[in-house]
Nanobody, 111 residues
Framework: QVQLVESGGGLVQAGGSLRLSCVVSGIMFSTNAIGWYRQAPGKQREWVAVITSISRTNLADSVKGRFTVSRDNAKSTVYLQMNSLKPEDTAVYYC?????WGQGTQVTVSS
């Protein structure tokens, strides 16, 4: 079955960095786009980034210039590198493929 498993979240000070990972199984990983979303407390889930099968990327305006997304097809893993983190980046981060979601990983940025 399809599984997406995120990791790499944690507590970091403003201006710091984190790298999230999403390991995907149950699909032909190399031929599929994978997305990242986040949900802050009391807010709706919002789209953050996507990487296509040929590693074209697109990011939300709120994270452009600070976040990058990449993939390693040999490891069936997508990464979200987050730099210059801000308190407003605090959220649970999820990776997504079609109707499938991971369990999420918590990112907390302290001011």
């Amino acid at each position: 079955q399809v599984q997406l498993v995120e990791s790499g979240g944690g507590l970091v000070q403003a201006g710091g960095s984190l790298r999230l990972s999403c390991v995907v199984s149950g699909i032909m990983f190399s031929t599929n786009a994978i997305g990242w979303y986040r949900q802050a407390p009391g807010k709706q889930r919002e789209w953050v980034a996507v990487i296509t099968s040929i590693s074209r990327t697109n990011l939300a305006d709120s994270v452009k210039g600070r976040f990058t997304v990449s993939r390693d097809n040999a490891k069936s893993t997508v990464y979200l590198q987050m730099n210059s983190l801000k308190p407003e980046d605090t959220a649970v981060y999820y990776c997504n493929w079609h109707e499938y979601w991971g369990q999420g990983t918590q990112v907390t940025v302290s001011s």
